[in-house]
């Protein structure tokens, strides 16, 4: 794990005894708060009151706040963990020494909590997996207070609080649930997500929709713990009648231990648990099946406590049996065990224990119809490694279980040995589990509130109780799967948990060959498609048991990508949103479904499916990228003189039909265009002068090459005709006035049949007039007002005020009639004089401007 030091708050404090008789406390700082920069990830931390936990003297009543702030620089979300490095609590007393975290955008905590005794020094996570996003900033504060009890305190005089606050980079992997799916329901519903710290005392806290974090193999896990009052699922039903006979022994007066049996005879005539034979219905075939969530794995899956035939139930057992009825070897506190001889041998796993032979049976009977919902790579640990004295296999040690639940109160998720993963998937465990089914662990009671050799105080932890606040199993104490210790004579010692008597939900252990209550444990695919509930008693979470497939989609330059839960015959929906720079249009489509908008539907799913799409590059028309391109955009007013600068990168505007339009003027040098082949397969170059008001760009032809000085097609009369004010047109009717000409104009002037014949034969001939404007307009301005003059004269000889508006519709040459006369047959004609003014020429004046020059400064 990455570790940054925060400094924050510097907690190591030596205690010296002030008086024997009140407990005080002088409390020296060891350290010097600082500011820190995570500087690989752009995270600052800042102090706001240097940080320090302690007064110059603690006393009963003391209490101390620090603040600090979390700010993310950076250009993506972070994941921290808060921690106290190098963290030691010999305070003796419970509960009194106590701590709470609040935050207004962070991680939040409502009440204050014990900090948990460590008598060496541990890295003691605070906080798991806490996300801030960019540019935010994250302002805490952390309360430290020694309450002042009624109880006797002084024997916490003279011990020490010590260690420092850090953020570490959250590393652990992150479990991600699919849309629909009962984890990400499980997930969405408890919106408070905290972390416990102390497992020395019981936890009993009633809370709804509250989840606690912690990590298995290194990802982040969510259980619950205490009262909890939404962790309830319906799930399977009994597929036969469950009836059993339970006999006790003589000398078990609180009837804690007890074996079913099935018939009364078979009880009454056994040569141990032969009295008292009672009858026990557990089920009938058809009864429901209700659980209480533990937890979630590490493969994602959800872990279940097996609870009842309903939520009031007091008999949340399969049978009662001993774990293994053989003893005097201490591999026999194996839920599956090998030989004698060593600890490996024990490991080999060839022989199953009684209560898993017990187990398998009714899952067989009940469950095996629902495997497909069930995970066969969630990991039951059945811990056999040694916590403390040596291995022996008929004398006295203790597992590992011992240590983390007695003497230092530190349970785990984590199954050290691949052995003790108890799996039907090899790759995730041992592998050696016919159906997925097993146990709960001595652990896993830990986390939801037990405490080894502790009762619970009311109201009591959700793994005890039913929905009513009484026992789930009565009397009797259930089993667990977690080895505790080797008694000297060999017997094995596995955790269990007391039912109904003065140690209500007592986290204990039992001798392997004592029979005891079974509550097995499942865990469901977290992807299961969600039903129904809140995870209420009244409402439990129930899932899909009818076919249901999963559906990935990956989603190529865009977002939007992940995994989708689907009942049979319904539809797979994504929300996906292309990247910048590509277009909401399916280049790709794999799985043949359809996009609307930002929602792509994969319509009546029968089968599971792996799916892709891609969407098309938006290729940047040539319009954007001249607009892109041009920094400068300027307005010209006057066209009076010539213009002729030379410029790059400069556009200047106008008015076209009320729009906007762009164009170059002066010696611009950046509006060449390569365009086209001619008949001879020679490229064709052009000049940009200008946008036009429907969006297309205006080119003047340039010959085949930058440098030419032969940037023409030919030479023509413009009519072969004179002597008639008709022949100015570019097409005509008759002659005789303008409004001849203007009327049916089916006759081409000679220039235009000269440009239609090469447009033929070069563009049109190699397939470009796909690329051409239809609806541009060519503007033929033959407006005049006297019958000599035409309207050119005046707006650029006599008033010098070009204009790119075609005030007539018979004059704006056009192939498409919205825009025009639709009288061409190809988009093609000539450069007006409003357009050689707007480019920097001036009527009757040299003006060398882009449309003189080629790109060597020559004509």
Sequence with gaps: MKKFDLGIIVTTLIIIVFSSSLAFFAAKVVGTPKDINLIAKNVSIKLTNGGLIGDAVISPGWNKINSFTVTNNSKESFRYNIIIKDYINTFETVGNLQYKITSTNGYNMSDFEELPKSTENRDLVLAYNISIDKDTTQNYTVEIKYINSEEDQSADMGKTLGGTLYITENTNKIVTYNNGSIGSKLLSDNTTKLTRVNFDSVYTKTNTNTLFTSTEDNTLVYYFAGDAKNNWVKFGTWNEDK????????????KLMGKSYSTMSECTSASDFNLNCT??????????????????????????????????????????????????????????????????????????????????????????????????SAIYCNDREVGEGTYQANGEFFYGAYTRLKTNKTPTYNCSNKSDKFTVNSNAGNGKLIYPVALLT???????????????????SYYYSNSLGNSSVGANFWWLMSPYLTASNGTGGINGVHGLDEFNGYLGYNSSDYSSAIRPVISINANNIYKSGNGSSASPYEIETTASYEVTLTVNNGTGSG?????????????VTPSSGYLAELETNACGGTLSGSTYTISNVTSSKTCSISFKKEIPTLYTKLITDKSTVLTRTDFSTAFITRNTKTLYTAREDGTTVYYFAGNATDNWVKFGKNESNQDLFWRIIRTNSEGSVRLLYHGTSTTATDAYIGTSKFNSYAYNIGYVS??????????????????????????????????????YTKYLSRTAVYCNDRSTPDNYDFEAFTRLKTNKTPTYDCATTEDKFTVDTSTGNGKLTYPIALMTADEVSFAGGLYSTNAPTWYYYNSANGS
């Design 243 to 254: 009836t059993v006979v339970i006999g006790r022994l003589s000398w078990d007066t609180t």
């Design 279 to 376: 009858t026990v219905e557990l089920a009938k075939k058809g009864d429901p099946m209700y659980w209480r969530i533990v937890r979630t794995n590490s493969d994602g899956s959800i872990k279940l406590l097996y609870s009842g035939t309903n939520p009031n139930s007091e008999t949340a057992y399969i049978a009662m049996n001993e774990f293994t009825a053989k003893s005097k070897d201490t591999m026999y506190v194996g839920y599956m065990y090998g030989i004698i001889g060593s600890l490996e041998n024990n490991r080999l796993n060839t022989n199953d224990s009684d209560i898993k032979k017990i187990i398998d049976s009714w899952y067989k009977i009940n469950l095996k119809s629902y495997e497909d919902y069930i995970s066969d």
């Design 442 to 460: 001595g652990d896993e009671i830990s986390y939801a509130g037990g405490v080894k050799d502790f009762g619970l105080n009311e109201p009591y």
């Design 563 to 575: 995994k989708v839960n689907v009942k049979e015959g319904n539809n797979a929906t994504f929300t």
């Design 730 to 767: 570019y097409m005509y009717g008759s002659s005789g006035s303008i409004a001849n000409a203007r009327a049916n104009q089916k006759n081409s002037s000679t220039i235009k049949t000269t440009i239609d014949n090469w447009y033929t034969s070069n563009l049109e001939a190699k397939g």
